[in-house]
């Protein structure tokens, strides 16, 4: 095995810095990238039961107004009622599915930030001993 020089050792130290520092930013923009789109389905989500409790609000309008009216053996305040409660139903499951996303979208690169402070910490490592292992 032929010893190389400390000059090849620091530029092969540095190239193997720049290869890991380029992985380590593809790896961070995919992560963020992943956890923007769980923010964005989130507040989809969230939109969404926003308008069916802004439609809902409606059935609760129409409900006063036909309290005095009945069908199908129902009074149509209680059918309106019954369509507004399905509607806020709706609305609290479509919240439900939201917040699990609005907390597991977290865009912070954890496992790029880990690495890199291992790649660190392997740098160090080689600049205090050149003809140790490269792990």
């Not at 190239?15 to 963020?32: G, H, I, R, T, V």
């Not at 992943?34 to 969404?48: E, R, V």
């Not at 660190?120 to 003809?131: F, H």
């Amino acid at each position: 095995m032929s010893e190389r020089s400390i000059s090849k050792l620091v530029k092969d130290i540095g190239a193997d810095a720049q290869a890991l520092a380029q992985e380590e930013a593809a790896l961070a923009k995919s992560e963020a990238l992943d956890g923007a789109k769980n923010l964005g389905i989130g507040a989809g989500l969230a939109i969404g039961a926003l308008f069916l409790l802004f439609l809902s609000s409606f059935m609760a309008m129409f409900t006063v107004a036909s309290a005095l009216h009945e069908g199908l053996g129902w009074a149509w305040w209680l059918s309106f009622l019954v369509v507004f409660g399905l509607l806020v139903l709706i609305a609290l499951i479509l919240v439900a599915v939201a917040l699990p996303l609005f907390k597991k979208g977290n865009p912070t690169p954890t496992s790029a930030i880990a690495s890199g402070k291992s790649v660190v910490t392997a740098i160090k490592r080689a600049l205090s001993n050149p003809g140790g292992p490269r792990y």
